[in-house]
């Protein structure tokens, strides 16, 4: 469940900034050299800094370029929400516990007390992750009352803004924790959860219509804890009978849409089943939206390929156009054998592989039996036509056009790059997904297909 406080960390004020200007004061009572670090971003990177708490107990903390994206107090994350310019002031007292340990006052301290309060909720999932079992009635107890905590910090919140997305937040996560109650102790204690009636009440409690307290994920526990206590005897595919419990469930025609098809797409994403058909013909039963139905069933067009893009049968032919704007087709270099490296030039994966595509092409470069080609799935092909320029590739470099979206990536079921295909000299595929050049002997691999 710590996944969704992160959600909620997530959901904070601005976290990175290059012209900050921010000072921190804070007094730490009954310090005795715990930890205390402050956290901000330099783009995806997180970096760490630890408060230098004096003697006192005292500290103070200024930065000219970056925002504190979060404080940790003994390994206790809270999100910060602050702004360029911000000075404020905290109070830790490590003789306290829940949402009094700390408290903020100054710039924007409704908004940290608020933050600070939810975070708490944390720490409800180490009391369960614990191994003993805890009734669903005492666990909602304590939930309650830290949401009853963190709903009045809300309301002292000023900006209306910030107020009504955070209402939106304080209303789901509850039932978010409590969902997980059950994924969390049915591991351990899988038969008295099951029978818990206080939890089973809770459960059927929530209107998967009201939308404004219910989101994908809860829908998505509430369906999935009834499809647990089912018949038992009723083997049809899960995905059918979670597809048949939101049309049974979900009244309300826009949110049974938009979850009908938030699960379908994460399916389609998921792993390859044979019989996607079958679930994505009911998902066409429940939703009535015809538009998201043609985009579901476009991505269900690719994720077929997966079972018909197959070693040795004739490779789909398509077209694709070098650095001088020629086209070409793959047909064109039937009579040779074919090594295809897909590749776009924003892929580090890709690019890495590089020098062991030239080093492959190097050793087979007098050998008439193979060609090499490249073909990239850049979108931008100044980009890719700039790179190959600047890294001198001296085997045949093509793009297809529509990147990710073009019929080649399609019609070979691509999920993934870079991408290494063999194709023999009459069009068959001998390897639909072929080892990495940079494997140990893969090069000796080739020349024991083309010796054959």
């Given at each position: 469940m710590k996944k969704y406080i992160v959600l909620f960390l997530l959901f904070g004020g601005i976290v990175s900034t290059t012209n900050a200007q921010?000072?921190?004061?804070?007094?730490?009572?009954?310090?005795?050299?715990?930890?205390?670090?402050?956290?901000?971003?330099?783009?995806?990177?997180?970096?760490?800094?630890?408060?230098?708490?004096?003697?006192?107990?005292?500290?103070?903390?200024?930065?000219?370029?970056?925002?504190?994206?979060?404080?940790?107090?003994?390994?206790?994350?809270?999100?910060?929400?602050?702004?360029?310019?911000?000075?404020?002031?905290?109070v830790i007292d490590l003789k306290k516990e829940g949402s009094e340990r700390v408290i903020f006052k100054g710039d924007r301290s409704a908004e940290n007390n608020y933050q600070y309060a939810m975070s708490q909720l944390a720490s409800l999932q180490e009391e369960l992750v614990s191994g003993e079992y805890v009734a669903f009635k005492d666990y909602q107890k304590k939930l309650d009352e830290k949401a009853r905590i963190a709903q009045e910090r809300l309301e002292k919140v000023a900006d209306e803004q910030i107020r009504e997305k955070w209402t939106r937040l304080q209303n789901v996560i509850p039932l978010y924790m409590g969902l997980d109650y059950y994924g969390i102790v049915h591991r351990v204690n899988p038969d008295k959860v099951?029978?818990?009636?206080?939890?089973?009440?809770?459960?059927?409690?929530?209107?998967?219509?009201?939308?404004?307290?219910?989101?994908?994920?809860?829908?998505?526990?509430?369906?999935?804890?009834?499809?647990?206590?089912?018949?038992?005897?009723?083997?049809?595919?899960?995905?059918?009978?979670?597809?048949?419990?939101?049309?049974?469930?979900?009244?309300?025609?826009?949110?049974?849409?938009?979850?009908?098809?938030?699960?379908?797409?994460?399916?389609?994403?998921?792993?390859?089943?044979?019989?996607?058909?079958?679930?994505?013909?009911?998902?066409?039963?429940?939703?009535?939206?015809?538009?998201?139905?043609?985009?579901?069933?476009?991505?269900?067009?690719?994720?077929?390929?997966?079972?018909?893009?197959?070693?040795?049968?004739?490779?789909?032919?398509?077209?694709?156009?070098?650095?001088?704007?020629?086209?070409?087709?793959?047909?064109?270099?039937?009579?040779?054998?074919?090594?295809?490296?897909?590749?776009a030039t924003w892929c580090a994966p890709c690019k890495a592989e590089i020098p062991h595509v030239a080093a492959l092409h190097e050793e087979f470069k007098n050998d008439d039996r193979i060609v090499f080609i490249s073909i990239s799935v850049d979108t931008r092909a100044k980009v890719w036509k700039k790179m190959v320029e600047e890294k001198n590739l001296a085997w045949q470099q093509f793009i297809v056009e529509g990147g990710t979206n073009s019929f080649f990536y399609k019609q070979y079921a691509i999920e993934f790059i870079p991408r290494f295909m063999l194709i023999d000299k009459n069009g068959i595929i001998v390897e639909v997904d072929y080892m990495k050049p940079s494997v140990l002997g893969c090069a000796n691999h080739i020349k024991s297909i083309l010796d054959k």
């Open positions: 921010i000072k921190i004061q804070g007094t730490v009572k009954h310090y005795k050299g715990e930890c205390l670090t402050l956290s901000y971003y330099e783009g995806k990177h997180e970096l760490i800094d630890t408060l230098q708490v004096g003697k006192s107990g005292k500290f103070v903390y200024q930065h000219d370029q970056h925002l504190p994206a979060s404080l940790s107090v003994m390994e206790q994350k809270t999100p910060l929400y602050l702004e360029p310019g911000d000075q404020f002031s905290v099951v029978v818990d009636p206080d939890f089973t009440t809770f459960v059927q409690s929530i209107d998967l219509n009201d939308r404004n307290r219910v989101d994908y994920n809860v829908i998505f526990g509430v369906i999935n804890w009834y499809l647990d206590k089912a018949d038992k005897t009723d083997t049809r595919d899960r995905s059918i009978r979670y597809l048949e419990r939101v049309e049974k469930m979900i009244t309300d025609r826009q949110i049974r849409n938009e979850h009908a098809t938030a699960y379908m797409n994460w399916r389609l994403k998921g792993k390859k089943v044979t019989n996607m058909q079958e679930v994505f013909d009911k998902y066409k039963t429940v939703c009535t939206d015809t538009a998201s139905i043609a985009a579901c069933q476009e991505k269900l067009n690719v994720y077929l390929n997966y079972f018909k893009i197959r070693n040795g049968i004739e490779a789909p032919d398509f077209e694709m156009v070098d650095v001088n704007g020629q086209k070409y087709r793959l047909s064109d270099f039937r009579g040779k054998m074919v090594y295809i490296d897909v590749w």
